[in-house]
């Protein structure tokens, strides 16, 4: 099995690409602009791009963007300086990455970047329903700041509920042990269920 390298996005075209890529995966179209200032990082196996995520290091995040005012103006957590902040977006997994082995390096390649930023805060911005991702921020003890429909701006799309929280750099490398226990045992239930799928289908022939 070919090695699963990382490297940094930088031209227009894979920027474009890595765009549509989450949208695929997420049903959100990133702005163009947005994504350009961010650190944009893709997984490749044999040259093609199966996955990535983007890591924004100065304000203008655009999940404080979408909470609204009165949130903002009540919320103890807005009065911190938001250069002490970075914010992970963009995450997204193609079907090409079939293993836990996978799934895990490109956790932990995000996880190691978020460290090595010397950051305070890690900002988070999920689809409400997504149970995948919530359980994800659930093991990096996200700490919830707002939960409903995005403020958006005319031209603007996201889901239609949000969640956005934040947590540390520490918690999200702290938790990679739990991580991968999460994902060997996701493994194993979509497996068993595989099996028992194809039992039943057996049974009813």
Not at 22 to 35: N, R
Not at 67 to 86: A, G, R, T, Y
Not at 139 to 165: A, F, R, W
Request: proline share 4%.
């Amino acid at each position: 099995m070919e090695k699963l390298t990382f490297r940094e996005i930088e031209t227009r075209i894979e920027t474009e690409l890595f765009i549509d890529k989450f949208h695929i995966a997420a049903g959100v179209k990133l702005p163009f602009d947005y994504v350009e200032k961010s650190q944009l990082v893709g997984a490749f196996l044999h040259e093609k791009m199966v996955a990535g995520y983007m890591i924004v290091t100065s304000p203008g995040y655009r999940s404080l963007m979408f909470v609204p005012d009165e949130i903002k103006n009540s919320n103890e957590f807005f009065k911190n300086n938001q250069n002490d902040m970075l914010e992970v977006n963009g995450l997204w997994l193609s079907p090409a990455i079939k293993t836990p082995k996978q799934q895990f390096k490109v956790w932990f390649h995000m996880a190691k970047n978020v460290v090595t930023s010397r950051k305070k805060y890690v900002l988070l911005m999920s689809n409400s329903k997504n149970k995948n991702i919530q359980s994800l921020h659930g093991l990096i003890n996200s700490v919830p700041i707002y939960e409903g429909s995005p403020n958006l701006m005319i031209g603007d799309e996201s889901h239609q509920t949000i969640k956005v929280g934040y947590t540390t750099p520490w918690d999200c490398f702290a938790c990679i042990p739990k991580y991968w226990i999460a994902v060997v045992k996701n493994r194993q239930r979509r497996l068993r269920l595989k099996v028992l799928s194809k039992k039943r289908q057996l049974a009813g022939a």
